[in-house]
């Protein structure tokens, strides 16, 4: 049993757009969550998630961030809002269904309602996917129930949002472009 409370209580994020299974470590400034990628997630098209997926996997860490600061407040989760991301470098062009990852966030800037996040994903076996810096605003309570796409605490919005971040984005592949293994 996690010593974390579950990622539902953390994040306003629900199924299917819910990408984190659990939180494994937090003190205070840094943060680490895994998930597997899964076929029923809104961002999987043919059986692989694109690398700018990643952007809302790692945004979701951060929002996890936000909710246990608050849940050790006693506040509400809040829907917040991503609001930039510099250095965003990929890996790989998709990453299969069944790929478990490693997704950590430490906060580097916090300026109360805005702060920024240095942010990775890596596979189980600890092949980088995605990093970068991510920059987010802290907003409102979250209604109860929300099932949102856009606009939670730290997320990249819907899957548009972080597909337009694909374009600013630097993809690279050692030895040339290929997909991440599944695990």
Do not use: I, K, N, Y
Request: charged share 15%; hydrophobic share 50%.
């Amino acid at each position: 049993m996690s010593e974390f409370p579950p990622v539902q209580e953390l994040v306003p994020q629900r199924p299917p757009m819910l990408l984190l299974d659990a939180v494994t470590a937090w003190d205070g400034v840094s943060l680490e969550c895994v998930t597997t990628v899964r076929a029923d997630w809104l961002l999987v098209e043919a059986g692989r998630m694109p690398a700018a997926g990643l952007l809302e996997v790692m945004a979701q860490a951060v929002a996890a961030m936000h909710g246990l600061q608050g849940h050790a407040r006693g506040e509400p989760v809040r829907v917040g809002l991503l609001t930039g991301c510099r250095e965003l470098r990929l890996h790989a062009p998709a990453v299969p269904v069944g790929t478990s990852l490693r997704v950590r966030a430490r906060q580097v800037v916090d300026l109360e309602a805005a702060a920024e996040f240095a942010c990775s994903v890596v596979t189980a076996e600890g092949r980088a996917l995605a990093e970068g810096a991510l920059q987010v605003v802290r907003g409102e309570p979250a209604a109860a129930g929300v099932a949102t796409a856009a606009g939670s605490a730290g997320s990249a919005g819907s899957a548009g949002s972080a597909g337009s971040a694909a374009s600013a984005a630097s993809w690279t592949a050692p030895g040339g472009p290929e997909e991440a293994q599944s695990t």
